[in-house]
């Protein structure tokens, strides 16, 4: 808890539709489609901004904020938690969700992520699937809500590693994790120690189905030698 006073908490927009996660002011809601559906999204309340769009249903974004704000403190001891074992813990973490029609979440993942940590991103999901919120209009809604946190003030920040530098891990391993794990398009991020020995990964996914191969993903990479970022750790963030 003694370090919350350092991070710097900011919003975080939406991939797919806008939101703002930590208050402020609205911005207008994108609508999208997917492979799944042909069902086109509602279109309406879109003039002033005050409803995120979903394929079937809308939710306004006030609702989403005041039903994931005062989740914060749980969101944070997620990061806590885990300082002790990465104490240059940072970056930021975006959870898209699907909810049903009772307000309840039908599904959570990272759509992105830089934390480099999956005990933190899975405990993350865990606050977040537990959220109930307002009944959405006409259906089921999506929609993306994030925040980021900077690691303490008095730690050194890792080195940052070249993503170019694991450009041929992943030519000669990234295929057989997909084939391992499943297919999708996965961004990682990897704390790695002196040595070229990851100490922590995180991973997000660019879907809900690739979001159940995340924990495979990590376990996969975990084994991975990485370059040797030197006499202190180094942080790298590459797509698989």
Known sequence: MQYRASWAISCVAGLALAISGCGGGTEA?????????????????????????????????????????????????????????????GGEIRLSFR????????????????????????????????????RPRGGEAEFSWGFALDPPG????????????????????????RGQCGPGRYQITAYVSPGGTPLSVGVAADSSDAGANLDCVVTAVRAWRFPDPGSYAGKVSFTL
């Open 29 to 89: 809601a994108d609508t999208t489609t997917t492979p799944e559906t042909s069902t086109r999204p509602r279109e309406e309340e879109r003039d002033d901004g005050s409803q995120i769009t979903g394929l079937m249903g809308t939710i306004r974004q006030d609702q989403v904020r005041n039903t994931l704000e005062p989740r914060m403190d749980a969101f944070m001891h997620c990061f806590e938690q885990r300082l002790p074992a990465v104490r240059f813990l």
């Open 99 to 134: 909810i049903n029609t009772d307000g309840t979440v039908l599904w959570v993942y990272p759509s992105r992520s830089t934390l480099g940590d999956r005990d933190v991103e899975a405990c993350a999901m865990s606050v977040a699937s537990r959220a109930h919120f307002p």
């Open 154 to 177: 008095d730690v050194r920040a890792p080195v940052s590693l070249a993503s170019g530098g694991v450009d041929s891990l992943v030519a000669t391993a990234g295929a057989a994790v």
